[in-house]
């Protein structure tokens, strides 16, 4: 891989956590508390967003997340009594929608002037198969989050 | 009538439109100023951290002290005293990054995330706020008229100029993108 | 503010329940909350709801949407003269400055981008219908 790609890479990485992070503490009251390569959490993680994107770039992007950070997610979007929690099917319609989200908003700042179509966010359960590409695994003040995200090779 | 004066993991109320409410020293921890218009009770809360499980303890002597416990006992109060918790509306201070930058010692952080949190859960909306930055600030609210002001101390806050002496309208809350 | 009729077009019922709170909390004059998850669906509500003397006052819309998209909605609906007026608030992650200019171009009155806070959707509310 070439040196620009590499850098490329880390700014895209460093755009996805902070799309992440800005779209955690507005929307969903919480934080980030470490990042890296790898994510501290037992694989494979039991729910996965996927978003597709074309237009000016065309890729994909993946979220998963574990059972503690999804409940607790969707409970602080939706504002949801604490002790009865949100149900299983506004979990999953939350998690896309925060899928859709850090991956908008991720869009917005990689590519300040591109102009991009998204797909309605695909919940899956287990995650399924790897993606190559950009990835960061996080831990949020409550469970974890894994970010991938694969642009595809622009014909030269 | 007079100046009712909160301490740090206190939490007062008054309807007496003579009276006005105030906090000081604001660093990481959270002022939470609310009035209802309707009913005329304002209230005024100065916690201190953000989860009350760290020490139930602590936080069934001090419920005022933790934003989980306190936020609750503010608006409860305000409704025994008249208040309509769909009329009162906020305004927050404080949450600045006071010790040294670490993230996994970003209190005021941590506070400010657990105030709009409890806050959102609890069905109230925040108006305004003044928060972060690395100053130390005072929230007052005068109960006759529903008026919030802040004052600052110290640099680094990003909170409007001042129109009146010593003290500061509370600034527009930041939004990212907005246009 | 007169008692308000919106509509809320959104795909993701999370974003719906979203947009409905805040409207509920900011204290808004609200009658009539209508729901739609596409494009499509949107213009057959205001088909149905917009009519005299039940106007709609106002309409949060999405740009990603299967079936027809919140460009492709707010461009169908300024066609129709009885209901080019009804202002259109558009909330989406998409916030490149194309997007928010063509938005513009098309006749939506106002841009909101993901994430945002509910103060932030009730300041443009209030903007847009005190500007009417």
Same mark, same amino acid.
């Given at each position: ?156 | ?179 | ?59 949060? *819309? ?32 998409? *916030? ?37």
């Amino acid at each position: 891989m070439t040196e620009q790609l590499l850098q490329r890479d880390e700014v895209m990485a460093a755009e996805l956590v902070g799309a992440a992070r800005d779209v955690l503490n507005v929307m969903f009251f919480t934080d980030i508390l470490e990042e890296g390569d790898e994510c501290a959490c037992p694989k494979p993680f039991p729910l996965q967003v996927r978003v597709s994107f074309s237009g000016d770039q065309a890729g994909e992007f993946r979220m998963a997340v574990d059972d503690v950070a999804a409940g607790s997610l969707a409970g602080s979007f939706l504002g949801t009594d604490p002790v009865t929690g949100p149900t299983a099917e506004e979990t999953d319609q939350v998690m896309g929608e925060l899928g859709n989200m850090i991956c908008g908003a991720f869009l917005s700042r990689f590519e300040k002037e591109g102009l991009f179509a998204l797909s309605s966010p695909e919940v899956v359960r287990p995650e399924e198969g790897e993606l190559p590409g950009v990835h960061r695994g996080l831990e949020l003040m409550d469970g974890f989050m894994d970010l991938r995200v694969y642009w595809e090779p622009q014909p030269q | 009538m007079g100046l009712i004066v909160v301490g740090i993991s206190e939490c007062r109320c008054s309807a007496d439109k003579e009276a006005s409410i105030v906090t000081y020293a604001l660093g990481s921890c959270i002022g939470v100023g609310a009035f209802d218009p309707g009913s005329g009770v304002a209230g005024l809360l100065h916690f201190l951290l953000p989860d009350s499980r760290q020490d139930p303890a602590r936080a069934e002597a001090q419920p005022a002290s933790y934003a989980d416990t306190g936020i609750p006992l503010l608006i409860r109060a305000m409704e025994r005293m008249g208040a309509d918790r769909r009329r009162i509306r906020v305004r927050l201070a404080g949450g600045a990054q006071i010790l040294t930058d670490n993230a996994q010692l970003a209190v005021g952080k941590r506070n400010y995330l657990a105030a709009r949190k409890l806050l959102w859960q609890m069905g109230v909306m925040v108006e305004m706020e003044a928060v972060g930055g690395t100053v130390s600030r005072n929230l007052g609210i005068t109960v006759g008229t529903g008026e919030f002001w802040v004052q600052m101390r110290g640099t680094g806050g990003n909170d409007a100029g001042g129109t009146h002496p010593n003290e500061t309208p509370i600034r527009r809350v930041p939004v990212a993108g907005a246009r | 503010m007169q008692s308000l009729r919106i509509l809320i077009v959104d795909d993701s019922p999370a974003m719906r329940a979203y947009v409905r709170r805040t409207v509920q909390l900011a204290s808004l004059p609200v009658k009539n909350v209508f729901e739609a998850g596409n494009g499509l669906e949107a213009l057959e509500v205001v088909a149905k709801e917009n009519r005299e003397p039940n106007k709609l006052d106002l309409i949060f *819309a999405d740009l990603n949407m299967p079936v027809m998209n919140g460009e492709e909605f707010v461009t169908k609906l300024r066609e129709d003269e009885r209901d080019a007026k009804v202002p259109i608030l558009i909330i989406s992650t998409d *916030a490149t400055q194309k997007r928010v200019m063509r938005l513009r171009e098309l006749g939506a009155q106002g841009y909101i981008s993901k994430p945002c806070q509910p103060e932030m959707i009730r300041l443009k509310v209030q903007q847009i219908l005190g500007e009417e």
